[in-house]
């Protein structure tokens, strides 16, 4: 019974939770309307009560509840981080939902760059790379990534997020026009609302859809610059885009390309290039951007492409030009992690060979899940409450993964989403299995 009235809690702050998610691009534009430049009628705002803009924050009780029920799932706080294994609460459970593909945040190599560069240049670097900021750190990673990707030219920035917002609204101007799938990351969502409000057009086409993506780029002006953006592998799914296909409608409609690859590089392409090198198509995407929180084992973000291109971000995008560079230790750690991704193309191999022995244990035990060639591995299970329980029962047993309901997806595509690491073992991998396997008889999953 309480846990039915916790799942009840749960279900409503999570829906809440995706729901203010979702509704970002809204508010948005909702800041883009027409300030009011009529006079205030006095007497009309007399019987208006007043309100106080925090009213929302001060009546958000629901993540109160939820932690008061036990049943919170959010900002779990790890307290040791293997990699394979953490310690959340005391207790060593099997990490199958973190990002960190190759397992390197606890590379002694990746550590002890870290800790070397904060000795050599201090914690922070207190300006942005346009003025104080910059490191001859911050230019060797810059010149060592551009070679690795066989691009002209690289340019980091603080985060992946923040990449995005970088080059969607630098490049994409008034009149001009941003294409993109509709399951792209919030990130390159939160980019193209800046172009919107600096009155680009944004168009969206159906997810992976290249008949969709023809239909709604035939329409627009041929001789007009337009830029396509999509994730090269998708973040929730795990799936490939569907890329010499789209490349073909761009060219045949005058877009440039632009690839987020934060979960491609060090994941697919030839020694972990991402995407493009995933399909013989190096020269075809004109700009890929990635992340240091993945298989980086850092923070801060890059994009590598033509060099004059590069450079016009360099010097005119403000999410770069006003924010402060990454700091010296995030810079050194991406660095000996570069060093372990070009020396050891083998924890590539393991990495898809853990994920691939993942989707047929989870297929073979009667799970449905989203095929892929990725290190994403999701596993359906198609309903809100299910989706609650079965997150629930796992991390009890000893298995932290992400459980993803709607509206953040389809209704029907609740899922676990879970993602592998070149360090899991194969005893984490068949420990994960049994206890997926046991949680989804006793719910009913399978
Ligand atoms: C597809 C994609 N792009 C970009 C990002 C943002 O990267 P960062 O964590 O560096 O901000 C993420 C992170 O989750 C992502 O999944």
Same mark, same amino acid.
């Given at each position: 019974?309480?846990?039915?009235?916790?799942?009840?809690?749960?279900?409503?702050?999570?829906?809440?939770?995706?729901?203010?998610?979702?509704?970002?691009?809204?508010?948005?534009?909702?800041?883009? /309307?027409?300030?009011?430049?009529?006079?205030?009628?006095?007497?009309?705002?007399?019987?208006?009560?007043?309100?106080?803009?925090?009213?929302?924050?001060?009546?958000?009780?629901?993540?109160?509840?939820?932690?008061?029920?036990?049943?919170?799932?959010?900002?779990?706080?790890?307290?040791?981080?293997?990699?394979?294994?953490?310690?959340?609460?005391?207790?060593?459970?099997?990490?199958?939902?973190?990002?960190?593909?190759?397992?390197?945040?606890?590379?002694?190599?990746?550590?002890?760059?870290?800790?070397?560069?904060?000795?050599?240049?201090?914690?922070?670097?207190?300006?942005?790379?346009?003025?104080?900021?910059?490191?001859? /750190?911050?230019?060797?990673?810059?010149?060592?990534?551009?070679?690795?990707?066989?691009?002209?030219?690289?340019?980091?920035?603080?985060?992946?997020?923040?990449?995005?917002?970088?080059?969607?609204?630098?490049?994409?101007?008034?009149?001009?026009?941003?294409?993109?799938?509709?399951?792209?990351? *919030?990130?390159?969502?939160?980019?193209?609302?800046?172009?919107?409000?600096?009155? *680009?057009?944004?168009?969206?086409?159906?997810?992976?859809?290249?008949?969709?993506?023809?239909?709604?780029?035939?329409?627009?002006?041929?001789?007009?610059?337009?830029?396509?953006?999509?994730?090269?592998?998708?973040?929730?799914?795990?799936?490939?885009?569907?890329?010499?296909?789209?490349?073909?409608?761009?060219?045949?409609?005058?877009?440039?390309?632009?690839?987020?690859?934060?979960? *491609?590089?060090?994941?697919?392409?030839?020694?972990?290039?991402?995407?493009?090198?995933?399909?013989?198509?190096?020269?075809?995407?004109?700009?890929?951007?990635?992340?240091?929180?993945?298989?980086?084992?850092?923070?801060?973000?890059?994009?590598?492409?033509?060099?004059?291109?590069?450079?016009?971000?360099?010097?005119?995008?403000?999410?770069?030009?006003?924010?402060?560079?990454?700091?010296?230790?995030?810079?050194? *750690?991406?660095?000996?992690?570069?060093?372990?991704?070009?020396?050891?193309?083998?924890?590539?191999?393991?990495?898809?060979?853990?994920?691939?022995?993942?989707?047929?244990?989870?297929?073979?035990?009667?799970?449905?899940?989203?095929?892929?060639?990725?290190?994403?591995?999701?596993?359906?299970?198609?309903?809100?409450?299910?989706?609650?329980?079965?997150?629930?029962?796992?991390?009890?047993?000893?298995?932290?993964?992400?459980?993803?309901?709607?509206?953040?997806?389809?209704?029907?595509?609740?899922?676990?989403?879970?993602?592998?690491?070149?360090?899991?073992?194969?005893?984490?991998?068949?420990?994960?299995?049994?206890?997926?396997?046991?949680?989804?008889?006793? /719910?009913?999953?399978?």
């Amino acid at each position: 019974m309480l846990f039915k009235r916790q799942s009840s809690i749960l279900k409503k702050i999570l829906v809440c939770n995706l729901t203010i998610l979702s509704s970002i691009p809204k508010t948005l534009t909702i800041l883009k /309307l027409p300030i009011m430049t009529q006079p205030l009628d006095k007497d009309s705002q007399a019987s208006k009560p007043i309100m106080d803009i925090f009213q929302k924050c001060y009546e958000f009780t629901r993540a109160d509840e939820v932690k008061a029920a036990g049943f919170y799932p959010y900002f779990r706080a790890i307290e040791e981080n293997e990699g394979p294994v953490v310690q959340i609460e005391g207790r060593k459970v099997i990490m199958a939902g973190s990002n960190n593909y190759l397992g390197l945040t606890a590379h002694p190599k990746v550590k002890e760059a870290a800790v070397r560069a904060v000795e050599k240049y201090g914690t922070g670097c207190s300006g942005s790379r346009y003025l104080t900021g910059t490191l001859d /750190l911050h230019n060797e990673l810059e010149s060592r990534l551009a070679k690795y990707m066989g691009k002209e030219s690289c340019l980091l920035f603080s985060t992946g997020y923040q990449t995005a917002q970088g080059i969607i609204p630098t490049i994409v101007q008034r009149g001009e026009y941003l294409i993109t799938d509709k399951d792209n990351h *919030a990130c390159i969502v939160a980019g193209y609302m800046m172009a919107k409000g600096l009155f *680009a057009e944004i168009v969206r086409y159906k997810h992976n859809d290249i008949e969709d993506l023809e239909r709604v780029i035939s329409k627009l002006p041929l001789h007009v610059g337009k830029l396509l953006v999509t994730d090269g592998v998708f973040s929730t799914s795990g799936e490939i885009v569907n890329l010499p296909d789209l490349i073909k409608v761009t060219k045949k409609y005058n877009a440039r390309v632009v690839v987020d690859d934060a979960h *491609a590089i060090g994941v697919i392409g030839k020694g972990g290039r991402g995407t493009a090198s995933h399909y013989g198509l190096e020269n075809e995407v004109d700009l890929t951007f990635g992340t240091f929180s993945k298989t980086f084992a850092s923070l801060g973000g890059f994009v590598v492409g033509n060099e004059r291109v590069i450079n016009y971000l360099k010097h005119q995008s403000p999410a770069l030009i006003f924010s402060a560079s990454p700091t010296p230790a995030s810079v050194a *750690a991406a660095l000996a992690a570069l060093d372990i991704l070009e020396k050891e193309p083998e924890r590539i191999t393991k990495l898809i060979h853990n994920a691939d022995r993942m989707r047929k244990g989870f297929k073979e035990a009667g799970f449905k899940i989203i095929e892929g060639q990725s290190a994403v591995v999701p596993v359906i299970v198609g309903d809100d409450m299910l989706a609650f329980k079965f997150w629930r029962e796992l991390f009890d047993a000893g298995v932290f993964v992400n459980a993803f309901i709607s509206p953040g997806v389809p209704p029907g595509l609740q899922m676990m989403r879970t993602s592998y690491m070149a360090t899991h073992e194969n005893h984490h991998l068949d420990r994960i299995l049994e206890i997926f396997s046991k949680a989804g008889k006793n /719910l009913g999953i399978i």
